[in-house]
């Protein structure tokens, strides 16, 4: 009887399985019909930047003053002549929606920047 059951268990796994296959298959497909031996159709680059405000440079860095709106850039660097860094970090990430560690290093350059 435990034998039979493991049996139907195998069996009904297998029907799952092929079934997810087919319907993965059919969903990476799409609505187009690409004949055999065709070439893949190209893929439009998005309009949009990134999210985010990052963009590749030459260096793989970014500038800070890139990744800031102008009022944004204004109010970190009037935060940072009042010593109020952290508030400063603040605004970065709510103006970019970054993580903390980036928001820190926006801020330091933007802070070393302003040094003499």
Do not use: F, H, K
Not at 83 to 106: F, H, K, S
């Amino acid at each position: 009887m435990s034998l039979l059951l493991m049996v139907l268990a195998l069996l009904g796994a297998l029907a799952v399985l092929g079934t997810g296959a087919w319907v993965a298959a059919q969903l990476r497909r799409g609505d187009q019909d690409v004949e055999p031996g065709a070439a893949a159709p190209a893929v439009a680059a998005p309009a949009d930047p990134p999210a985010g405000g990052y963009t590749l440079l030459e260096d793989g860095r970014e500038r800070a003053e890139a990744a800031l709106p102008g009022d944004t850039l204004a109010r970190v660097r009037g935060l940072l002549a009042e010593g109020r860094g952290n508030e400063a970090v603040g605004a970065v990430r709510d103006a970019t929606g970054c993580g903390p560690q980036r928001a820190e290093e926006i801020v330091a350059e933007i802070r070393d920047a302003e040094r003499p």
